[in-house]
């Protein structure tokens, strides 16, 4: 016999430990206080298990495994977020001329529990400086930047709000920086895992890149997040 079924109110039924009988022997299922499943089997017979995991909406579809290795079939969480239409990004590229010449952006990050998970990448054909600073004080946003959602068949709109060439009166505190040089060295967060940078609630960001060298030269930025609010 095949039981199956997802957690939680899929399996209401089985609060109480089910007795089930297959060949010769019983099998039991129970879904404990913390919507762990457990099996029981005495005698011989068979007994499978179908994970079914929630997708939404009160549906269920049935966790799959791979054909020729049979591992569980799953994607990264930020490439899921892309899926779910709650990946964005900005990305572009500018000229910087003479040394001192700077490329600054004001990341917003509005007052809501949906928090950006964000990376970044800056590359460039000479040496620059990168600093991000946190609790900027603001005179005049700047210019409006457009944010891009990564799944283009979603209308979902991003809560983190993006200026260029920003005014401000305090700066903030210096929490990362870093140089690339030479148009080779690729400067940032380039991988999530112990790298991710979470933007805190209601808090002005300011993200400014200087030109170190003399000479007009072209400067690359990569900015990727995703909004997540923490199931807990």
Not at 88 to 114: E, I, K, M, P
Request: include cysteine.
């Amino acid at each position: 016999m095949v039981l199956s079924g997802g957690f939680g109110s899929a399996f209401a039924g089985y609060a109480e430990k089910t007795a089930l009988t297959s060949g010769s022997g019983t099998r039991s299922v129970e879904v404990t206080a913390d919507n762990r499943l457990e099996t029981e089997a005495t005698g011989s017979g068979s007994f499978k298990a179908v994970l079914w995991g929630d997708i939404g909406g009160g549906a269920y579809r049935p966790v799959q495994l791979d054909d020729s290795t049979h591992s569980l079939v799953c994607i990264e969480y930020a490439h899921n977020e892309i899926h779910s239409g709650r990946h964005f990004f900005l990305r572009n590229w500018v000229d910087l001329t003479d040394a001192g010449a700077t490329a600054t952006f004001l990341f917003r990050v509005t007052d809501t529990n949906r928090w950006p998970h964000a990376i970044w990448n800056i590359s460039g054909e000479s040496e620059f400086t990168f600093e991000l600073f946190e609790d900027a004080t603001i005179t005049d946003t700047g210019t409006w930047v457009n944010i891009q959602n990564s799944n283009r068949n979603s209308g979902n709109a991003a809560t983190v709000q993006a200026y260029g060439d920003p005014s401000y009166s305090d700066i903030g505190t210096l929490i990362w920086a870093g140089k690339i040089g030479s148009g080779k060295a690729v400067g940032g967060v380039s991988g999530r895992d112990d790298d991710e940078f979470i933007g805190k609630q209601n808090t002005d960001y300011i993200f400014r890149i200087t030109k170190d060298a003399a000479g007009t030269h072209w400067l690359e930025y990569d900015f990727l997040w995703y909004e997540h609010v923490d199931k807990d």
